[in-house]
């Protein structure tokens, strides 16, 4: 049974860092990509970052400069560290992890929501 855990959420100043953590105790795949994603109120869910098994990561153009993706496999443990944080940042934030390999090109970097079998519950962040 697979679990997304995010934590590290909360109320930050603008300005301010925040570092989001996704523990996956039961995710056992050896080729994967897992990422982050976020929703504001009546807004669409959008990608922000991924990272797959041979560490290469995707950022969406607008939050490049200022998030990082990180993953520990010993702990299974996917990061998000977030910098010069936005009032518009203010969102519930989700880990999201795919069911085993997918095609980085077509799949993991896209950041596309649908790609993703494995969600987390969130974590609220507001800025």
């Known amino acids: 049974h697979v679990q997304l855990v995010e934590s590290g959420g909360g109320s930050v100043q603008a300005g301010g860092s925040q570092r989001l953590s996704c523990a996956a105790p039961?995710?056992?795949?050896?080729?994967?990509?897992m990422g982050w994603f976020r929703q504001a109120p009546g807004k669409a869910r959008e990608g922000i970052a991924v990272i797959d098994s041979d560490g290469d990561t995707a950022y969406a153009e607008s939050m490049k400069d200022r998030f990082t993706i990180s993953v520990d496999n010993a702990k299974n443990t996917v990061y998000l560290q977030m910098n010069s944080l936005k009032p518009e940042d203010t969102a519930m934030y989700y880990c999201?992890?795919?069911?085993?390999?997918?095609?980085?090109?077509?799949?993991?970097?896209?950041?596309?929501?649908?790609?993703?079998?494995?969600w987390g519950q969130g974590t609220q962040v507001t800025v």
């Open positions: 039961g995710y056992r795949y050896d080729t994967y990509c």
């Open positions: 999201a992890a795919t069911a085993g390999a997918v095609l980085w090109g077509t799949y993991c970097s896209t950041l596309r929501p649908s790609s993703f079998g494995y």
